[in-house]
């Protein structure tokens, strides 16, 4: 029997520790993290934002099934669902240029999200529901804005 060898070249992630250089000769300083981590991480949020992106629509667009949601909870859920899409877009699309364009892009959708349930079987098209989702929005773009200045140890981006 004989026995081949190949060799393989493995990419391994190291953890380097505050105050020292990375293999790439990248110089971490306390409280810093690596730009491969920063990268992943607004990727992974990116992919979040799209996929909430998508299970709201599929929710605002299903036709209505008889409930006995109350009127103040439903407005309740709209807040939630928008101010998670704005947070998720927030931390993947950080950066201080981006935030009223994040901002107005989740207002927009939905906005949309209610226009287009006119013409869904058994849905409407609310006024406070769009004011809901605008509320949401604004919710998860403050939230975002502090969670993002309180990691970062800076001035949020909204304040600047």
Not at 95 to 122: C, D, R, S
């Amino acid at each position: 029997m004989t026995e081949t060898s190949h060799s393989e070249t493995v990419e391994t992630e190291t953890t380097t520790l505050p105050g020292s250089a990375t293999s790439s000769g990248e110089f971490i300083t306390p409280g810093q993290t690596s730009a491969k981590k920063v990268i992943f991480d607004q990727a992974l949020y990116r992919h979040l934002t799209l996929a909430w992106g998508g299970i709201v629509a599929a929710l605002s667009l299903s036709p209505s099934i008889p409930s006995q949601v109350h009127y103040a909870s439903d407005k309740v859920e709209h807040m939630a669902a928008y101010a998670l899409l704005c947070f998720l877009a927030m931390r993947g699309w950080s950066g201080t240029k981006f935030v009223f364009l994040i901002f107005l892009g989740v207002m927009f959708y939905g906005a949309l999200m209610e226009g287009v349930q006119w013409f869904v079987p058994g849905r409407s098209t609310e006024a406070l529901d769009a004011l809901a989702n605008c509320i949401g929005a604004f919710s998860g773009l403050i939230v975002a804005s502090v969670w993002i200045a309180a990691k970062s140890k800076r001035t949020p981006p909204l304040v600047k």
